[in-house]
Structure formats: structure tokens, C-alpha cells
């Protein structure tokens, strides 16, 4: 192709003869005094230039025929061609051959504004046809985009914003249509449309650094009406939005979406659609996606209901609904809300149906895993939320583990849900205490419910449970502080046989339902007087000598009644030898055990 | 009987001012303004018009040196003449 350059004739020849009298005015400039020897070469070097370079090209491109839109070689429908096109079509200059390549590199403010007005009429299929023009536009882009005149010069010219980035998205979702085989040149072909995407936004983004926050869509998105969600979501996310921003415009986007996207491609086209678009921009900023969750909690659809993939909308409301990002009352009218809404959308309800979704009953299960202790029946904090409808807490919670794999999902999160609910407990007194147990009963019960499918999740399940006495018994017995542990294992509280005690219980009828409540009740007990002890022990508030607590027998007809007459016993002799404030505390913590069993099963059920 | 050395000093410095105005005033230094892209755009148009702004600053710092080598041929100019009219009197005094 030929290389071009464009002149306007008469002050093309205006310059000619300007060259020529500088020439002849620096022929006679010189003044031979040793000191101005510099100035004399400086003088020369400046006429050889003008006389042996400029002068001689000047000739050249005047005394050629000017070349035309059609001459061989002139391509003026490239857009790496667009200045010669402006100005040959719009001004009336002149082209010639440029025998010097144009430097990339180099956006001057002409070619700036030329390439805004060509890309206003591009012919974007063949633009998306020619991987060098893809790659040469990208480059222009990202070059003005770092200059705000070149930016300014460009966005002078710019304006169909809606006609371009439609047609790149169009491309981009038949580039990534889920099931075709991605080959590697559809990979490479979509990184150079979302190339062009970013530096166009950037373009739009140095313009939008003087704005205030912006929450509207039409404010940061030009011709935002008429572009389809899915370009204005491209564009979006690429805009640099605060996430306060990012959230609530990629939630009107996703609103409207969802209000007529019958009629979006990307909606009944398998793949990445609008919201996946969003959903992966959003899940890389904590805050933005604490901002989407509260959005999303007037509309849930707009997460559940809207992306291809449904592991990046679980991403966002996981991230969202986290401790770290969102305080505990706000986490509470999401996490209800969102609860509330799978358990009534009618596409969770029918799972015989071929288009039921999965993976869903999972995502509940993290979705409470750092939340779980508001769930406990002695805990309030989410009560005003919950009573807002007649479901219950416990019934919201049923609603989530009544899945096998739900619980199982629960139980391997221990480590998160543990975290949870060291979070959730901001100060030490009886009534965390008393709720902690709730909880406990109320765990144990699931366990024991739901009746964990093997030995591996069993042990999972246990060590969770010990986790948890861990905790009661280091919120009981250590002083307020960081420390939430005391190193509780079976092995150590010398309890491993009370494992089986649990789960062998008979769960079939009332009677024997009413015997496995008292089994629990024991062993909890049992446990927590055990780690309550081992903790006093090694603060040294007791004797290593003084012996251990009772442990509950399950081989006993009535081992809760045992447990309780033995260690009633146990204390009496710790009061006698002078531990009156560590046998109240024990006292305490083991009552809570036995008289919040009731209550933390009932929630369970 | 040769010319002092400060009147030297003051003739050469004078020359290097006059030289340098000169060069100030030249209408090659006028070029660039019809170089640019309202007459022609393009690779050699950007080349040609960088290749002119190079030489008119080139020229201007010449321009500078000129006068701050006129500067210090002036000062010596001056240290020269109070020498001689040092000498001048110590030759009277005898």
C-alpha cells in the first residue's frame, strides 16, 4: 500500500518560496570571528538542510499529479488512512506519495480528530475483518487516550459511540458463544476487540476524571439509550468507575437488560452475556461488590437471574455479603432476602425440570457460612429482618440444608464459618455465652438430622462441632482479648467416645427422638466441661492435679441425668477445696449446654 | 602604536551582538509557522517540520551564547582597561 501525505497547494508553493529566500538569506549570514564559529556551521548545517533535503521534496510533491482516491496503491477506506481521507474528501488537498512510513508511534492532533470523524461511518465488520487495522486502531487509542489534547481532539469528532461498540459486541458474543469450539483464533480475535474496547473507554474516562461520583448510566456512557446492554456493559467496565459507581450503574444496565432482553442477542445467545460482563468486573473489587448485593436485594433477578454462568453471580454475592465488606445488619437484609427469593422462585422449585439449575444449594450453604451464629435461636441480631415475614429463621435455615450436599458444604467451610463467628462476637458475656450453646445444640442437631454421608464428612462434622466447644470455652474461660482458642481435640478432652453416641442415636420415632436430644445434650456437656477445664488448668486458675470433670456414659439408660448428678457432684468437691468462681463458671457454661439443648435442636428441626 | 586590548575586547563583543541580532531577525527562523499542519500533513511533513523547528533552536541557543561570550568579552574589556590605566599611572609616577 501506498504511504500518503496530504498539502494544501497554494501554501505548499507559499512554503516553497520561503525556503528558497531562507536559503539565500542564510547564504549571507556569517561572521568569521573565532568565538562565532558554532553560530556560522549552525547557520550552514540549517541552509544544506533546506537546499539538499526540504527544498528538493518540496519540488517533488509539487511538480507530481496528485494521486486520487482511486489511484493504484490508495486505499482511503482504512482507517489507519482516515487523515488522508478528511482532508482529501473534506478539504479539497491535494494527495501525494510519501515515500517516509507513517511512526505509529506518533498521534498528532490532525490525525487524532481524522480518525474520530472515519470511525464514526467505519465499516466495523471489515475493521474486525483485518487483525492489523484492529491492532493499529487499539494502538492509536491507547496513545490519545494518555494524552488529554489528543483525547480532547479525538472526542471533537467522536460521536457514535452506540453504532460502533454495538457491532464490536455483536462480534464478541458470536466469538464466544458457549459450546464452539474456541480456537485460537476466536481468543485471539475477542483480546483484540475487548483492546479496542478499553482504550476507547480510557478516551472516555480521561473525560470523566473531572466528574463528580456518577451513578447515572447516560452520564458516563455516551449514547448509553441506544447502546445494547451488552456494549454498555463492555464499556463499563472499562471506564475506571469508583465501585460505588461500577455497582450502581452495572445494576441499571442489568435492569434494563432484564426489562426487554427478548430482544438482546447476548440473552438467548449461550455464553458470556451482559452480566457476565459485569459480574467478572465487579467480583474484582470487594466494595463494588458490597454495593451490587444491596442493589441486588430490591431485585435479586438481576444477579440470579441474569449470567451465563452462574458461578459468577454466587462470586459476587459471596464477596458482597462477606463480613470484611459489609456490617452485620445490612448482611442480614441481603442474605434474608436472598434466602427468601430461591426459596420461592419458582425455577428452584421443580427440580424434575430439565431447565432446573444447579449448584445453586451449594452457594446457600457459603452464602450463610460466616452468618450462621445470627441464625442461632438465642441470637437477635437478624430477628427485626426475619420478622418482617412470616417464614422463621429456622425455617430459612432448613431451607438450606435440606439438601445433602448443603450441610456437607457447610461442614467443609468450617474454617470460614468458625471465622464468621469469632466476627460476630464483639464482647464476652453470660448471654454470647448462653447463645454460643444455642448454637451449638443447634449444629449438632443439623449434623444429626441430616446424617452426614460418611466417615470422612462424619469427621469433618466433628471437627467442626469441636471447633466450636473450642470457641464457647475460650469465649468462657479466657480473658476478652484476640485469643479465640484453646486447642480443644477429641483425643485431649479424652471424649472420642462420645462421637458415636451422637449419630447412633435412634432418630425414628418421638421416644427415641426425645433419647438422642438427651444423648446430644449429654455429650455437649460433657465436651464443654471438659474444655472448660483443660483451659482453667493450663491458665493455672486450677490445680494440674484436681481431677477431670465426669464424662457422659451412652452406654447409661439416662446418661443426661447421670452427667448432670456426677458433675454436680464434681463441682461440690471444686467449691469445697476453695474454686468457688471457677466452679460458678463451669456451672454456667455446662447449664447453658443442658438447658439450651431444647431450644438450638428446635431451631433445627 | 597598537590599539589597547580592551578596545579589542569592546570591538569583538560588538560584532557578536550585531551577529546575533542578526541571526534574531533572520525570516528563516519564520519557517516553522508554515510548516505545520495547515499546510500539509503527513510523515514527511512531520519530519520536514521538525527538521525546521530543530534549526531555529539551534539558532536561538546560538543566539544566547553569542551574547553571553559578547558579556564576558566586555568584562574583560574592562579588567583590561583598569590594567592599563594601572600601568598608566605607575609609568606617570616614575
Redesign the interface.
Known amino acids: 500500500m501506498t504511504?500518503?501525505?496530504?498539502?494544501?497547494p497554494e501554501?505548499?508553493a507559499?512554503?516553497r518560496n520561503?525556503?528558497v529566500?531562507?536559503i539565500i538569506?542564510?547564504r549571507g549570514?556569517t561572521?568569521g570571528?573565532y568565538?562565532?564559529l558554532?553560530?556560522d556551521a549552525?547557520?550552514r548545517?540549517?541552509r544544506k538542510?533546506?537546499e539538499v533535503?526540504?527544498l528538493p521534496?518540496i519540488d517533488r510533491?509539487l511538480s507530481s499529479a496528485p494521486l486520487h482516491r482511486n489511484s493504484p496503491g490508495v486505499d482511503l477506506d482504512r482507517l489507519d488512512q482516515s487523515?488522508?481521507r478528511v482532508?482529501s474528501s473534506g478539504y479539497g488537498?491535494h494527495l501525494a506519495t510519501?515515500?517516509?512510513?507513517?511512526?505509529a508511534t506518533?498521534v498528532?492532533?490532525?490525525?487524532a480528530r481524522a480518525l474520530g470523524a472515519m470511525l464514526n461511518d467505519a465499516d466495523v465488520d471489515e475493521l474486525l475483518n483485518d487483525p492489523e487495522q484492529m491492532a493499529w486502531l487499539a494502538q492509536q487509542l491507547e496513545i490519545i487516550s494518555r494524552d488529554p489534547a489528543l483525547t480532547a481532539a479525538f472526542l471533537a469528532n467522536f460521536h457514535d459511540w452506540a453504532r460502533f461498540c454495538n457491532a464490536l459486541g455483536y462480534a464478541r458474543v458470536d466469538l464466544t458463544v458457549r459450546g464452539d469450539d474456541a480456537g485460537a483464533e476466536a481468543i485471539a480475535a475477542v483480546a483484540r476487540i475487548d483492546r479496542v474496547v478499553t482504550a476507547l473507554a480510557a478516551t472516555r474516562a480521561v473525560q470523566l476524571t473531572d466528574l463528580d461520583q456518577c451513578t447515572d448510566p447516560a452520564a458516563l456512557i455516551p449514547q448509553f439509550d441506544e447502546m445494547t446492554p451488552y456494549a454498555a456493559a463492555l464499556v463499563a467496565r472499562e471506564l475506571s468507575l469508583e465501585p460505588q459507581e461500577l455497582a450502581a450503574v452495572s445494576a441499571l444496565i442489568l435492569t434494563r437488560w432484564q426489562a426487554d432482553n427478548t430482544y438482546e442477542y447476548d440473552s438467548w445467545t449461550p455464553g458470556p452475556n451482559a452480566a457476565d460482563l459485569l459480574f467478572e468486573a465487579i467480583a474484582a473489587s470487594p466494595e463494588a461488590a458490597a454495593a451490587f448485593v444491596l442493589y441486588a436485594a430490591d431485585h435479586p433477578a438481576i444477579l440470579f437471574q441474569s449470567a451465563d454462568d452462574p458461578a459468577l453471580a454466587y462470586q459476587v454475592a459471596l464477596i458482597g455479603t462477606a463480613p470484611d465488606n459489609l456490617p452485620t445488619e445490612l448482611a442480614g437484609e441481603v442474605v434474608i432476602t436472598f434466602l427468601r427469593w430461591f426459596e420461592t422462585s419458582e425455577r428452584y422449585l421443580n427440580p424434575v425440570d430439565p431447565t432446573y439449575p444447579t449448584g445453586w444449594e451449594l452457594f446457600l450453604a457459603d452464602l450463610i457460612t460466616p452468618w450462621t451464629l445470627q441464625f442461632s435461636p438465642l441470637n437477635s441480631e437478624w430477628d427485626d429482618i426475619v420478622d418482617q415475614n412470616d417464614t422463621t429463621k429456622a425455617e430459612l435455615l432448613a431451607f438450606v440444608v435440606r439438601n445433602d450436599g448443603a450441610l456437607q458444604q457447610l461442614i467443609a467451610n468450617g474454617p470460614q464459618l468458625i471465622d464468621g463467628l469469632v466476627v460476630s462476637i464483639d464482647h464476652r458475656d453470660q448471654q454470647v455465652i448462653a447463645e454460643l450453646v444455642a448454637y451449638l445444640n443447634m449444629l449438632s442437631q443439623l449434623i444429626v438430622n441430616q446424617r452426614v454421608a460418611d466417615a470422612e464428612a462424619e469427621a469433618a462434622a466433628w471437627d467442626l462441632l469441636l471447633d466450636v466447644v473450642d470457641l464457647v470455652a475460650a469465649v468462657a474461660t479466657l480473658p476478652a482479648g484476640p485469643a479465640v482458642s484453646i486447642g480443644t481435640d477429641l483425643a485431649l478432652l479424652g471424649a472420642s467416645g462420645l462421637v458415636g453416641s451422637l449419630t447412633d442415636a435412634p432418630m425414628d420415632v418421638a421416644a427415641a427422638e426425645q433419647l438422642a436430644h438427651e444423648h446430644r445434650q449429654a455429650a455437649i456437656g460433657s465436651m464443654l466441661a471438659a474444655a472448660c477445664f483443660r483451659s482453667l488448668v493450663s491458665q493455672g486458675r486450677l490445680p494440674s492435679g484436681t481431677p477431670p470433670p465426669p464424662l457422659a456414659d451412652p452406654d447409661e439408660d439416662d446418661p443426661l441425668l447421670t452427667f448432670c448428678i456426677e458433675f454436680g457432684v464434681w463441682l461440690d468437691q471444686l467449691r469445697a477445696a476453695g474454686y468457688d468462681d471457677e466452679a460458678e463458671l463451669m456451672d454456667d457454661v455446662v447449664g447453658e449446654a443442658v438447658n439450651a439443648a431444647m431450644a438450638g435442636a428446635d431451631a433445627a428441626t | 602604536m597598537s590599539a589597547p586590548l580592551s578596545d579589542l575586547y569592546r570591538e569583538?563583543a560588538r560584532?557578536?551582538r550585531r551577529?546575533?541580532r542578526?541571526?534574531e531577525q533572520?525570516?528563516?527562523l519564520?519557517?516553522h509557522r508554515?510548516?505545520g499542519?495547515?499546510?500539509?500533513?503527513?510523515?514527511?511533513?512531520?519530519?520536514?517540520d521538525g527538521?525546521?523547528r530543530g534549526?531555529r533552536t539551534?539558532?536561538l541557543d546560538?543566539?544566547d551564547?553569542?551574547r553571553r561570550?559578547a558579556s564576558a568579552?566586555e568584562r574583560k574589556a574592562a579588567d583590561a582597561e583598569a590594567a592599563e590605566r594601572a600601568t598608566n599611572a605607575l609609568t606617570g609616577a616614575r
Open positions: 504511504h500518503l501525505l496530504a498539502y494544501h501554501r505548499l507559499t512554503l520561503a525556503v529566500n531562507a538569506e542564510l549570514t561572521c570571528l568565538e562565532a558554532p553560530s549552525a547557520v548545517r540549517m538542510d533546506l533535503l526540504l521534496t510533491i487523515l488522508f482532508m488537498w510519501d515515500f517516509v512510513g507513517d511512526d506518533v498528532t492532533p490532525e490525525e | 569583538q560584532t557578536l551577529f546575533a542578526r541571526i533572520l525570516d528563516a519564520l519557517l508554515l510548516t499542519p495547515d499546510t500539509w500533513v503527513g510523515p514527511t511533513p512531520q519530519w520536514a527538521l525546521v534549526h539551534t539558532l546560538e543566539v551564547r553569542l561570550v568579552l
